[in-house]
């Protein structure tokens, strides 16, 4: 898989209008597959059996959104272990291409799945 594509494509001529996605509170998800999921108790939240897309193990890891976070660009500083190993197959670039989107999601998300207003969208909207 070609991360740099799948990430940050430069080439205009591909894009198409239907390709251009959405931002997401959780980025990372596109990198893996579901193979399962288990709904939580209360009807939220739960977690899922995911297959890492950069093939770096045949056998599922089963875990939230955290986990996928931990495996892809590992553990932020301070935060507690997941269990869970950086995927092999990644390389430094690789991994620091993740992390900008994963620090891009949060700036435009915080930590709610509704986008924020960004100051520069309000400033369009009120010229």
């Keep these: ?5 799948s990430i940050h494509s430069e080439e205009e001529d591909d894009i198409q209008e239907d390709d ?4 997401s509170a959780t980025p990372l998800w596109k990198y893996v597959t579901k193979v399962h999921v288990e709904k939580g108790s209360k009807g ?11 093939s770096c193990q045949v056998k599922p890891y089963t875990g939230s959104y955290s986990r996928v976070r931990a ?22 670039d690789d991994i620091e291409l993740l992390k900008k989107e994963e620090s891009d999601a949060k700036r435009i998300f ?3 799945k509704a986008r924020k207003k960004l100051p520069i969208e309000q400033q369009v909207k009120s010229s």
């Design 1 to 5: 898989m070609d991360l740099d594509r």
């Design 20 to 23: 251009i996605e959405e931002p």
């Design 71 to 92: 495996h892809l660009i590992g553990v932020p500083p301070g935060q507690k272990k997941q269990g869970v190993q950086v995927c092999a197959k990644l390389t430094h």
């Design 110 to 112: 915080g930590n709610s």
């Design 44 to 54: 939220g939240g739960g977690s899922a059996k995911f297959i890492c897309n950069f």
